[in-house]
């Protein structure tokens, strides 16, 4: 029954992201001592839902940052390279990986799991409430 309500079907897209996130840092740093390795990681997850299609949200439109206002900052996209060290930078053994930047990447992704699956909980929470559940 939620699943069907795009809010749900959103969480539950960016909940499967950072598990597959999540996934790819692991490896990353798995491979720390690996030579020549290149870490990996997954697209922004704004980027994952271009020309997504949610059921209920008017066919296939587009999910992205609206600018109400002209005092609202633009959206910015910053391109780095998916191992995370700068171009050029590499260990004597070829391996592009920092275990620093990595680190980094996995408490940034802990947070939008947790936020993300926090706000699900409210939600389904205030759903419930509704129904008298």
Do not use: C
Request: aromatic share 6%; hydrophobic share 40%; glycine share 12%.
């Amino acid at each position: 029954m939620f699943s069907q309500i795009p809010l749900f079907q959103l969480a539950e897209r960016r909940l499967a992201w950072t598990g597959e996130r999540q996934k790819l840092l692991a490896q990353n740093i798995a491979n720390l001592d690996t030579p020549h390795w290149t870490g990996r990681d997954v697209a922004p997850f704004a980027a994952s839902l271009r020309g997504a299609s949610l059921r209920g949200m008017g066919g296939g439109a587009d999910v992205a940052l609206a600018r109400t206002d002209g005092g609202h900052l633009a959206p910015r996209h910053t391109a780095s390279t998916a191992s995370g060290a700068k171009a050029g930078e590499r260990a004597p053994d070829g391996n592009g990986v920092s275990l620093d930047d990595q680190l980094t990447r996995i408490a940034e992704n802990d947070a939008a799991h947790e936020l993300t699956a926090d706000l699900y909980r409210k939600y389904l929470g205030m759903f419930r409430t509704a129904l008298g559940r």
